[in-house]
C-alpha cells in the first residue's frame, strides 16, 4: 500500500515509525515532514494545511490510504475532499472535526447528550459575557470557540482577570475569528487523563490511557503547552472509572454521532478530570494528541494499518487492539523559550550516540546544509519502554544529556510519581 501522512511534529513522525512495521506499507510519503521524519518516509514539500493540493498529490500517486494527523486540516474538511475523489483516508469529516473546531458546539453537543462535562454559558457579546460573570465562581475558565494552537484557554484566578480574558478575545481578538464566540465555564478540580480512542463509525474503542504534562517547567510551573512529556498507561485509569466512562462517556458519545448523523472515522481523544470513581469531559479532540502518541503508538502491538483500516471500513472490535504490558514515558525537549518566543535553526548533535532501546521522535526539525537543526518550540520527543514506569522513565533521562543543542529546554519531572 501508498500511505501518505499529513503533518509535521513528533506525532506524525510516531505515526509513520508504527506504520512503517507493517508488511502491508509499500511506500510511505509525508506532506510536509521533518527531518527524522525524512529517514524514514518520503518528503513530499507540500504544508497540511495546502488541502487543494494534498488532495491533487494524492489523487495522481494513486494513495491507498491518507493519515491526517493534526487538526486544521480535518477542521478544514481534507477527509472530505479526499474521500470525494474517492481516496481512503483515515480521520473525522468535516462534520465531525467540529467537535474540536468549535468548543461551544461541542460542549452543546455533551449538555444536548447528557455527558458529564463542566457548567458553561456561551456569548457572541462581550457586555453579555461580563454581566455573566456575577453566576460563576473563581477561578473560572474562558475559552475562545474556535481553534487556537492550544492557547485558547485561559483559566481566571479572579473576576478581573476574567473580564480582562474576554475584552481580549471577543473585543480586541487576541485569537483573531476563533474568538469571534466564546465559552465561560466552571473550573473543574481534578485530574486529567488523556482517552484516545480509535472510531470506525459505530463503536468507540479506547486505547491505553495517558497522562500529559501541559505546563512548561517542573512542577506544574509555566504557561500552558502543547505537552511537555507523557506516560502511559495512567494508574488513575481503575477499572471502576473505566465502568463509569463508558457507561456516562462513551456510550453517550456515540448515542450523539447516531443522533446527530456524525460518521466518525478517526481518533476521538476525549480529555478528562477525574476525581475518584468519576470524569468529566473537559474537551474533545478529534485527532492523536501530541505527546500522547509517542507513549501509546510504542506500545501497541497490533498492526496500525490494519487498524486504521477497520476503521474506515467500519468493522473494528477491541479484540483487534493488543497492547504490550510494558509502560512507556516520553519527554519533549524544546527551544528555550518555549511557549512564548524562542529562536530557530539550532544544530542538534548527538542524535546518534542515544541508546538503542529508546526513540527520539523529531517535531520541529528540519535539515539545513546536511545538518539537522531546530525549526520549532517543540523539537524532540524522547520515548522509551520500561517494564515498570520507573525503567522507562530512567531510560529516557540517561539518554536526555547525549542529546545538545542551544537553548534545550526540558522537564526533568515527568513521569515521577
Ligand atoms: P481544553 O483545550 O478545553 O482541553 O483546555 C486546555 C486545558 O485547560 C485542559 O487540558 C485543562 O488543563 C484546562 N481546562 C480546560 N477547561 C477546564 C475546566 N473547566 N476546569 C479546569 N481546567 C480546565
Ligand atoms: N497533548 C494535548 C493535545 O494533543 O492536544
Redesign the pocket.
Known amino acids: 500500500m501508498k500511505i501518505l501522512v499529513v503533518g509535521s511534529g513528533a506525532r506524525e513522525h510516531t505515526i509513520c515509525w508504527k506504520l512503517k512495521q507493517s508488511r502491508k506499507v509499500s511506500k510511505l510519503y509525508c506532506a510536509p515532514g521533518n527531518a527524522g521524519i525524512g529517514q524514514i518516509a518520503e518528503i513530499v514539500h507540500i504544508k497540511a494545511d495546502n488541502l487543494v493540493e494534498i488532495t491533487e498529490f494524492s489523487a495522481e500517486n494513486k494513495i491507498d490510504l491518507v493519515v491526517v494527523g493534526p487538526e486544521g486540516p480535518l477542521v478544514g474538511g481534507l477527509v472530505d475532499m479526499l474521500k470525494e475523489k474517492g481516496i481512503r483516508a483515515f480521520g473525522p469529516v468535516k462534520k465531525g472535526a467540529r467537535l474540536e473546531g468549535s468548543k461551544s458546539y461541542s460542549k452543546d453537543f455533551m449538555q444536548k447528550y447528557n455527558i458529564p462535562t463542566a457548567r458553561y454559558e456561551v456569548f457572541t457579546d462581550s457586555a453579555k459575557a461580563l454581566e455573566s460573570l456575577k453566576d460563576f465562581e473563581v477561578p473560572v475558565v474562558v475559552k475562545a470557540d474556535g481553534l487556537a494552537a492550544?492557547k485558547g484557554v485561559l483559566i481566571c484566578e479572579t473576576k478581573e482577570d476574567a473580564k480582562e480574558a474576554i475584552k481580549s478575545i471577543i473585543d480586541q481578538k487576541q485569537f483573531g475569528e476563533a474568538g469571534d464566540t466564546v465559552v465561560i465555564e466552571e473550573f473543574l478540580d481534578g485530574t486529567e487523563t488523556?482517552l484516545l480512542c480509535f472510531v470506525d463509525g459505530k463503536s468507540i474503542v479506547p486505547m491505553e490511557s495517558a497522562r500529559?504534562y501541559k505546563k512548561a517547567y517542573d512542577g506544574d510551573m509555566g504557561l500552558n503547552t502543547?505537552?511537555m512529556g507523557n506516560f502511559s498507561p495512567n494508574p488513575i485509569y481503575t477499572q471502576k472509572l473505566n465502568a463509569y466512562i463508558e457507561e456516562n462517556i462513551i456510550a453517550r458519545t456515540l448515542n450523539g454521532f447516531k443522533e446527530e448523523g456524525i460518521d466518525f472515522c478517526g481518533v476521538l481523544?476525549i480529555g478528562l478530570m477525574i476525581k475518584g470513581d468519576q470524569a468529566k469531559v473537559l474537551e474533545y479532540?478529534t485527532r492523536f494528541?501530541?505527546?500522547?502518541t509517542e507513549s501509546v503508538l510504542p506500545r501497541l502491538e497490533s498492526d496500525l494499518v490494519d487498524i486504521m483500516e477497520k476503521c474506515i471500513d467500519g468493522n473494528l472490535s477491541s479484540d483487534d487492539l493488543k497492547w504490550k504490558e510494558e509502560k512507556s514515558v516520553t519527554v519533549i525537549i524544546a527551544s528555550g523559550g518555549y511557549p512564548e518566543e524562542y529562536k530557530k535553526g539550532f544544530e542538534i548533535t548527538g542524535l546518534d550516540q542515544v541508546d538503542e532501546d529508546i526513540v527520539v521522535f523529531h517535531g520541529g526539525t528540519t535539515l539545513k546544509d546536511g545538518k539537522v537543526v531546530t525549526d520549532g518550540g517543540r523539537v524532540l520527543a524522547v520515548s522509551a519502554l520500561g517494564n515498570t514506569l520507573e525503567e522507562a522513565r530512567e531510560r529516557v533521562y540517561k539518554n536526555i544529556p547525549k542529546i545538545h543543542f542551544s537553548n534545550m529546554q526540558y522537564r526533568t519531572d515527568i513521569a515521577k510519581l
Open positions: 492550544g488523556s500529559d502543547g505537552g481523544f479532540n494528541g501530541d505527546p500522547e
